[in-house]
């Protein structure tokens, strides 16, 4: 089974701070994803990744940036967390050849800013 | 803006129940993905749809692809409380490599 894991489950951090959101996938995928989850807007797509090293930004990238130094781990840094990023933050990777179809999710990590 | 609508937004049905929920478009997809996304958890991948017409079933989820592979729907026979979750059809649009989830259906089943 593949499994995706996320650093923390639940993490609450204070206007201002870094914030670094960690992601590792043991199947390895070359499709990396990290997402947001809010209330009435589903999931955005934040950044993604499809080999170690290279990133594209997806639909909300503002405030937020990647890393992925390793094929397995795929990281979401905020550089200045502001209460309006207070979210669920949800990571995913997909195998080759899918067209990013196909993902398989990480627990998530619920993110509040205070 | 390419959408994958979902209806209905919410269902509440008592435990024995049949529903079905849906997935439309006004685009073409080249697959469709069903997720399911218990409270607190990440989504799980339920099934792929790829032929139009295709049915798929899941021990008591049955899904179909619409012919012109625009929609599809899940129907759920004899609905049990472990069903209960968020449902998100998701997919991307052929000739894009945009990959897009529905707005989600979120069913409750109550025992």
């Known amino acids: 089974d593949v499994k995706v894991t996320q650093s923390s489950r639940y993490l609450v951090k204070r206007t201002g701070e870094k914030v670094f959101l960690e992601c590792v996938q043991d199947m390895d995928h070359e499709n990396m994803f990290w997402y947001r989850q809010d209330p009435g807007l589903g999931l955005r797509l934040i950044y993604f990744?499809?080999?170690?090293?290279?990133?594209e930004k997806g639909d909300i990238p503002e405030g937020y940036s990647v890393s992925r130094e390793k094929k397995e781990r795929f990281s979401l840094i905020l550089e200045s967390a502001s209460t309006n990023q207070t979210s669920m933050y949800l990571c995913?990777?997909?195998?080759?050849?899918?067209?990013?179809?196909?993902?398989?999710f990480g627990p998530g990590t619920r993110l509040t800013v205070t | 803006t390419q959408l994958l609508e979902q209806s209905p937004q919410f269902l509440s049905i008592q435990e024995g129940e049949n529903l079905t929920v849906y997935c439309n478009s006004s685009?073409?997809?080249?697959?469709l993905q069903w997720y399911r996304q218990e409270p607190g958890e990440g989504p799980v991948l339920l099934v792929t749809v790829v032929t139009g017409g295709e049915v798929k079933k899941l021990k008591r989820l049955t899904f179909q692809f619409g012919d012109a592979r625009k929609d599809s729907s899940l129907h759920i026979t004899a609905a049990q409380t472990g069903d209960t979750g968020l449902y998100l059809c998701?997919?991307?649009?052929?000739?894009?490599?945009?990959?897009?989830f529905g707005t989600g259906t979120r069913l409750k089943v109550l025992a």
């Open positions: 998701a997919g991307a649009p052929s000739g894009t490599y945009k990959y897009i």
């Open positions: 685009s073409v997809f080249s697959s």
């Open positions: 995913a990777s997909s195998p080759p050849g899918q067209g990013f179809r196909e993902q398989y």
């Open positions: 990744s499809y080999d170690v090293k290279m990133k």
